[in-house]
């Protein structure tokens, strides 16, 4: 019978991304009725204490789950009416003596000002459908989503590729597939996304032991950690070897199909951690630090705003930055402009063009990524992998080289497009179309400038992360990655594709001053979809190696 009411009541919260509007208000009703019973059934609550209640450790944590569900409906549900009667309903809630929640921090990104991100009320109709599509999908609209609404085009097949990925048919169970997602993410000591996922991991059936440590977890995912830890920070490195290992473990060993999914999901998972901390994705309302019980401060202020340096002027405001960089867009334009005209001038040797390669190959590792400190991860995050210290290292210091990969011997789109086709039936189609999205999306503007070609600068940003790699194209001049990205804009890239966890919000407003903050999302997209692909050529062509 509990079982039942349960089932129910679970689905009267689906209900509430139903496109029909009489079953949302039917939902909704329900819900309200039903947190009226446990409102009334507590009482009012007395005055604030000074901190929330730890969860589960008095009798209304329950009601205190739920109303921190309605307030995240009432702040990002694309429906309208349920954003209204959420609201309502805490309101009313709160008349009663309850304390109600509040959200912590200010919007979506820590690095950019919440009135310049689309707001879920002021969207036009193909974003709107967009929107409604995620959210009766997940039941929540998320903030990652939100910061990619600034290109609707590349987050409509960025959510298609995710959600097949994540919950249509496929070789992995599914709470495998969101295990291994925090397996992926825990690497780069990503809270945002280990959070998410382990709320979804749960909400299918997964089992809690698991969450205690890799340790806890079967021995087949368990076998997943080495590979995980070498596509996350030396992808190079992955061998026909480690493929036969995981395939040849006896009653623990993967399929070829099994093995592609994984792969693909590991791969994401890295790259959406370098654009979580790229874009300074705050923690969604739902999760630990994306709200609190505690009454407001008298004037209105959180302690979180300044140490997430919300409190302070936007660079693009800061007049005196304004003037220093006053001309940055016109001298990377002259500077294209210039490199066209020697394009079509004179042709380097392929001697020339592959010393330039190894080059820009050997100064991308001397690149140093943010302050370089040292980050150790968390107990409650390093428990999702192994070999804690594994990470990516400058191996020019050691007099190390990364190999070169040449892209014509394996390339996305002759060989491991047709592979992943073949082994996960569509996704390579879907993987094709986003990198292609990323790749090719332009509005031909530059900061405040029209009818800008931009694709040599695409180009120069995409072959600079797969040379940090090691992967060459034969036909691309390397020069030309001095000339358009300067030294601040190098150490973003790097530090966001191979350190991710060390972004800060200086480096993201140290380069390309003038640009909007939708341009510098657009970078991001590009290097986590370059990055993304990088690690995918090495996968699959450690696969095929062994296939062969």
């Known amino acids: 019978m509990m079982e039942m009411q349960h ?24 819900i309200r009725q039903e947190v009226m019973r446990k409102v009334e059934a507590i009482g009012p609550i007395k005055a604030a204490t000074s901190s929330s209640p730890a969860p589960g450790s008095s009798p209304n944590s329950d009601l205190n789950d739920i109303l921190v569900h309605l307030l995240m409906l009432s702040r990002r549900c694309p429906f309208e009416d349920v954003r209204g009667r959420c609201s309502q309903l805490l309101r009313d809630i709160q008349d009663l003596g309850i304390r109600i929640p509040r959200p912590l921090g200010s919007g979506p990104s820590r690095f950019i000002p919440e009135k310049e991100i689309l707001q879920v009320s002021k969207v036009d109709a193909r974003t709107q459908a967009i929107f409604e599509d995620a959210f009766a999908a997940l039941h929540r609209l998320d903030n990652i989503s939100l910061v990619m609404s600034f290109h609707p085009q590349y987050l409509e097949s960025f959510l298609r590729t995710q959600h097949y ?21 825990a690497r780069h000591q990503c809270s945002y996304l280990v959070n998410l996922h382990v709320n979804d991991f749960l909400q299918v059936g997964g089992n809690t032991k698991w969450l205690n440590g890799l340790n806890e977890a079967p021995q087949k995912l368990q076998q997943l950690g ?41 791969t994401h998972y890295h790259s959406l951690s370098s654009f979580t901390f790229g874009c300074g994705i705050m923690p969604e309302i739902t999760c630990d630090g994306g709200h609190t019980f505690r009454p407001p401060s008298v004037s209105q202020y959180c302690v979180c ?17 304004d003037q220093e960089m006053c001309g940055e867009v016109e001298e990377l334009m002259e500077r294209m402009k210039q490199l066209q005209e020697c394009r079509d001038d004179e042709e380097a040797s392929q001697e020339e063009m592959a010393t330039r390669f190894e080059r820009e190959k050997t100064e991308s590792m001397l690149v140093v990524t943010s302050e370089d400190e040292e980050c150790v991860p968390s107990r409650d995050i390093s428990r999702h992998f192994e070999d804690t210290s594994y990470g990516y290292q400058d191996f020019s210091r050691r ?47 530059m900061a405040t400038h029209k009818d800008v070609d931009t694709s040599m600068l695409r180009r120069a940003i995409w072959n600079y992360i797969h040379c940090m790699f090691g992967i060459r194209y034969d036909d691309y001049d390397y020069g030309e990655i001095n000339q358009l990205l300067d030294r601040s804009f190098k150490i973003y890239i790097k ?50 190696r062994y296939m062969t």
């Open 305 to 321: 705003d300044i140490a997430n340096g919300n409190g302070h002027a936007n660079h693009h405001d800061d007049l005196l930055g």
């Open 226 to 266: 080495e590979i995980n830890k070498i596509l996350a920070h030396r992808p190079w490195l992955l061998t026909k070897e480690h493929i036969e290992r995981l395939l040849k473990a006896e009653e623990h060993s993967w399929s070829l199909a099994e093995l592609i999914h994984a792969v693909v999901l590991l």
């Open 165 to 185: 990925l994540l919950q249509m048919d496929g070789p992995l169970p599914l709470h495998y597939r969101h295990y291994i997602c925090i397996m992926a993410a």
């Open 495 to 544: 530090t966001m594709v191979c350190s991710p966890e060390k972004t800060t919000k200086r480096m993201y407003e140290s380069f390309w001053r003038q640009f909007q903050h939708s341009e510098k999302v657009h970078v991001n997209l590009l290097l986590m979809e370059a990055r993304m692909q990088a690690e995918l050529l090495y996968a699959l062509r450690a696969i095929t």
């Open 399 to 445: 007099g190390e080289q990364v190999p070169t990969f040449r892209a014509q011997d394996y390339s996305w789109e002759d060989h491991g497009f047709s592979l992943v086709n073949r082994l996960y039936p569509d996704v390579g189609q879907m993987l094709d179309e986003k990198f292609q999205m990323a790749y090719n999306l332009t509005y031909n503007t």
């Open 7 to 30: 089932q129910e009541s679970v689905g009267r919260w689906d209900g509430l991304g139903s496109r029909d509007a009489c079953s949302r208000a039917e939902a909704m009703e329900f």
